[in-house]
């Protein structure tokens, strides 16, 4: 496999873990030599491994429903070490977008920040209605 | 200077350039040799530099506020040639959250990919009413 596919096979061990609910599943996929980040819309970025954990186990034990990431998009980061995926998060209501950050350890790429927001249904300046054509 | 001052400079030298409404000074920050995206709300995430670039022009051309950049977070990514910032973006209005990926290049840090999403009032699970506090 390429880099670009290793990626994205560690991308999709993401979500797959996460829509199991397997949160001992999603811990093996956090990056270990790495700091730890997570942003999600309700409080500013969480920073450290102890933090990030507690809030993906509190996410997982509300119940968050299954997420499909769409259309992914890498970028291969200089170093050859670090790598990023954007895409499209499907939750099954309305859909969001994700920049996760992957960093390679011991051979694995593993995940070290996800930012995960909405998609809104506004326009930005000169963009149109693209926000809508995701479904 | 630490590479982490050096991606804090680079971090806010954007926030800068942005509230100069400077697109010049702002393409001047983008990186040159790695692939560049956004990602907004009111769309997918954009990538490859044309579509980055007209983004951030038609941006500075409606008249966007200037942010300021409260509280940003350096994560040095293994490799050594990549980092992230998170951080809290003070628009004057709603404030949002960022995530900022630089790499450097030819010794200088610029921007690779830049994720900007609402600081939203609503609560994530186990999360309470923490987005009140930024202001």
């Not at 390429?2 to 599943?25: I, M, Q, W």
């Not at 997420?67 to 969001?96: F, H, K, M, N, Y």
């Amino acid at each position: 496999m390429t880099d670009e596919h290793e990626v994205l096979a560690a991308n999709e061990a993401f979500y797959e873990a996460f829509a199991a609910g397997d949160a001992g599943a999603l811990e093996a996929l956090f990056a270990r030599a790495t700091e730890l980040a997570t942003a999600h819309p309700w409080r500013p970025a969480t920073t450290g491994r102890e933090g990030v954990v507690a809030g993906w186990r509190a996410i997982l034990e509300a119940g968050a429903p299954p997420i499909r990431c769409v259309d992914p998009s890498v970028i291969l980061l200089p170093g050859g070490q670090a790598a990023l995926v954007s895409c499209v998060e499907d939750t099954g209501d309305a859909p969001c977008i994700a920049t996760n950050v992957f960093v390679r350890e011991e051979g694995e790429w593993r995940l070290c920040h996800h930012h995960g927001a909405p998609l809104a249904p506004v326009f930005g300046p000169g963009e149109g209605p693209q926000a809508g054509s995701v479904h």
